[in-house]
């Protein structure tokens, strides 16, 4: 086997190996070489969850990615001008070289390169190790991974799948990894060429991951089976495939209410939604990032959901104050009524400002962060079904009310709520705001379907065809790769 150097978190989640202490505890961080780190069973184990470690990182999904999923869209406003905290990426004027564009790409292309290099190292006698079941699942949680991270990459750096149909430039699609310099030339597949690849990899998940986990936690913190599925759900909604998220949808939402899912993990909703941001290893969270106060295994400074919206513990709350909620933004709409309780998750200072305290975990910031919850499979499948019905379509209605009910009992929708599937639809994207609102969705949201990013504050509104609606691609990757070509 070839040898040459993975950087590797050691660690352990809940319900491998010997450790079951928390949810993800790691060990200090360290070089091996691959034919040593993949020499025996434990140590496969171990480079798998390196993987795990590698996604939850503060500067991708275990804080910026989600953070900046927000910032982009209207319902936040910018109160420190802090461009290490993503002020340029509120204001929708970022750069090559701006900090999150560097860093989103590195750290999720860095991702993407231990994914590829954990694949190569099972194929070269890694599998062989663990046995063909075991080295299958490891396989698909490998290419699990990959597919959310180039996933979260094409939201960020390509054109919205609806723009030409996926025939835009897209990324780099790396599939094997990268172990030495001068390997880094790569043109940019096309947007349907990555999607592809994203779906090739999550189908291949779903065959191979298990239906379920012993202890039940890890059913939010490794992927199984339903994750597999119900991420396949957000990418066929953002490529407009409408037919296709309500056949995954269906594999995992029942057909009336009360809905669940009647294979693998029995996720439904839970019956207070402040539960699933106080107990993170609910049914309803189909994948979360775990977590802790261990040295290493926290998104890290200036990285941490509740660092950036929370505001300072001299005004009650947990973090640094970064941004305030817009107040013409989503908590103005007088559809999100005063007694719905998602409105515990807003809080007001003393000077009138507005703050999301979803994310409650003081420093050094052990929230979960949510990576997809069953909440969005359910609206996912009604905006789906009203989509290819183009009708009021009953069941749509009644996922619409499972997730406002939950919080919102006073209001009820039925058919004759909505003169036309476009107004049902639109309740639907409304709820969404609601509902996912400060969990990074916005940005997706606004991308798929070309819709223009409203203004706020000093910041004007963006149309699709306008500069900066798509980020640069990263100038170190740029550097580094001369086939790549700007946006």
Not at 126 to 141: F, H, N, P, R
Request: proline share 5%.
């Amino acid at each position: 086997m070839k040898k040459h150097f993975i950087y590797a978190s050691i660690l352990c989640l809940t319900g491998l190996g010997a450790c079951n202490r928390d949810y993800l505890s790691p060990t200090p961080e360290t070089s091996v070489a691959i034919d040593e780190s993949l020499s025996t069973p434990s140590r496969v184990n171990t480079q798998l969850l390196s993987l795990y470690a590698a996604l939850k990182a503060g500067n991708f999904y275990g804080g910026r990615y989600v953070i900046y999923g927000d910032i982009r869209g209207e319902d936040f406003i910018n109160e420190t001008s802090n461009l290490i905290t993503g002020s340029d990426v509120w204001a929708l004027n970022a750069t090559n070289s701006t900090t999150a564009v560097t860093n989103l790409w590195s750290y999720a292309y860095l991702t993407i390169n231990r994914c590829n290099l954990f694949i190569d190292g099972m194929n070269a006698g890694g599998s062989a190790l663990v046995g063909a079941e075991t080295a299958a699942q490891y396989l698909a949680e490998a290419k699990l991974i990959r597919a959310l991270s180039y996933y979260s990459l094409l939201q960020f750096y390509a054109r919205p799948y609806a723009d030409n149909k996926g025939n835009n430039p897209g990324l780099p699609l790396r599939l094997t990894g990268i172990s030495t310099s001068g390997s880094s030339a790569l043109a940019r597949s096309s947007v349907a060429e990555v999607y592809t690849q994203v779906l090739a990899d999550l189908n291949e998940a779903e065959a191979n991951l298990p239906a379920s986990y012993s202890p039940a936690a890890t059913n939010t913190t490794r992927a199984h089976k339903n994750t597999a599925i119900a991420l396949k759900t957000r990418v066929y909604l953002s490529m407009q495939d409408y037919a296709k998220v309500v056949t995954e949808a269906n594999k995992i939402v029942t057909s009336a209410a009360p809905f669940t899912s009647p294979t693998g993990v029995a996720h439904a909703l839970q019956s207070n939604i402040t539960t699933v941001f106080t107990n993170y290893t609910t049914t309803e969270s189909i994948f979360s990032l775990p977590m802790t106060v261990t040295g290493g295994d926290n998104p890290g400074t200036q990285n941490q959901l509740g660092y950036y919206f929370s505001p300072t513990a001299a005004n009650g709350g947990v973090g640094n104050q970064e941004y305030s909620l817009n107040p013409s933004g989503i908590i103005a709409n007088t559809n999100w009524k005063a007694s719905d309780t998602r409105r515990s998750f807003v809080a007001t200072t003393s000077n009138g400002k507005r703050w999301l305290t979803k994310y409650k975990a003081p420093s050094p910031y052990t929230d979960y962060v949510p990576v997809i919850r069953y909440a969005e499979v359910l609206l996912n499948l009604a905006e789906a079904r009203t989509r290819t019905t183009n009708s009021v379509d009953p069941q749509a209605v009644a996922l619409l009310n499972a997730v406002r009910n939950r919080s919102d009992a006073t209001t009820t929708f039925t058919t004759a709520s909505f003169a036309s599937a476009t107004e049902l639809i639109d309740a639907i994207l409304l709820e969404r705001r609601i509902e996912f609102l400060g969990e990074g969705l916005r940005n997706n949201d606004l991308m798929r379907l070309l819709q223009t990013i409203p203004a706020k504050g000093t910041v004007p509104a963006k149309s699709s065809s306008e500069n900066g609606y798509i980020w640069p691609i990263s100038s170190s990757e740029l550097a580094l790769n001369p086939l790549a070509k700007d946006n």
